[in-house]
C-alpha cells in the first residue's frame, strides 16, 4: 500500500513510518525538516511540506492510499490551529485527488470522560491541571474531529492517553468508549496508525488505544509522562 504520513519526523510519526516500511509498505513521509528525518531505505520517500499549506500539501498528496495525520504541538497559553486547519488542507487535498482513507491522531483530552474505577486523585487533581493546560490545544483538536467527521472521508480518529516511550508494541486496548489507563506507548500508537490505514478495521470511528503493559509508575511520573498528552505525537 502506498502511505503517507503528515507529522512524520514527530516521534510517534518515526514508529509509524519505520513500522509501515518494515511491512513493505511504501511511504512518503510530510515534514517540515527533512534533513533531519532520521529514516532511510527503499519505499521511503521524505518531502518537505506544512500541513499548514494547502498547496504544499496538495503537492505531496497524489498517488497515495491511504493518509496518516500525526501532527502534534506542545502546550502552549498561545492560539492552536495545527490540528484543524492542518487536517482540513489534508481532508480537502484527498477529497480532489479521490483519496478516501484518512487516520488521524487526537487526544483523549477532547471531551474528556472519567474511566471506571479511576483514582480520585486522578479525577479530581490531575485531571484538571492537565485538561486547563491543554486547552487550547485541546480545543483546536475537537474542531479537527468535527472537520473529520464531516469530511465525507473514511475516517478513524485515535485519541491516545498520556504518550510514553517504549521499546516493543504490546496488546494494547482499542475501545470506543472510555476505558481504564492513563498511558499509551507512541509504540502501541503507531502500531495503531498503520493498522488503522492498512486494514480499515475503525472506519467512521473515534477510538481509545490505551497501554495496560509496562507502563510507567503512578503517581511518580504520572505528571512528567502525562503532560506529554498534548505534546509532541
Not at 514508529?15 to 519505499?43: I, N
Not at 483519496?99 to 488521524?104: E, K, P, Q
Not at 467527521?149 to 482499542?174: E, H, K, N
Request: aromatic share 6%; hydrophobic share 40%; with cysteine.
Amino acid at each position: 500500500m502506498k502511505l503517507i504520513i503528515f507529522g512524520a519526523n514527530g516521534p510517534t510519526g518515526r514508529l509509524a513510518t519505520a513500522q509501515a516500511l518494515t511491512e513493505g509498505h511504501s511511504v512518503t513521509a510530510v515534514t517540515r525538516q527533512p534533513g533531519d528525518f532520521p529514516l532511510s531505505g527503499a519505499g521511503l520517500r521524505v518531502v518537505r511540506a506544512d500541513a499548514l499549506d494547502p498547496d504544499a500539501v496538495d503537492q505531496a498528496m497524489a498517488g497515495h492510499d491511504s493518509v496518516i495525520s500525526a501532527l502534534g504541538v506542545p502546550y502552549t497559553k498561545g492560539p492552536v490551529t495545527v490540528y484543524s486547519q492542518g487536517t482540513g488542507n489534508i481532508a480537502a487535498s484527498m477529497a480532489a485527488h479521490g483519496i478516501r482513507r484518512l487516520t488521524c491522531v487526537s487526544s483523549i483530552g477532547v471531551n474528556y470522560q472519567d474511566a471506571p474505577g479511576e483514582a480520585l486523585v486522578f479525577r479530581k487533581v490531575i485531571v484538571p491541571v492537565l485538561l486547563r493546560l491543554g486547552r487550547s490545544l485541546y480545543e483546536d483538536a475537537a474542531r479537527m474531529e468535527e472537520r473529520v467527521r464531516t469530511s465525507g472521508l473514511d475516517w478513524t480518529i485515535i485519541r491516545p492517553a498520556g504518550l510514553f516511550d517504549a521499546t516493543t508494541t504490546t496488546d494494547y486496548t482499542v475501545s470506543t468508549v472510555r476505558h481504564p489507563g492513563w498511558f499509551t506507548s507512541r509504540n502501541d500508537l503507531a502500531d495503531a496508525l498503520v493498522r488503522e490505514a492498512v486494514d480499515g478495521r475503525s472506519i467512521g470511528s473515534v477510538v481509545e488505544v490505551i497501554t495496560t503493559e509496562g507502563v510507567p509508575g503512578y503517581p511518580r511520573v504520572f505528571l512528567k509522562e502525562a503532560l506529554r498528552i498534548g505534546g509532541k505525537r
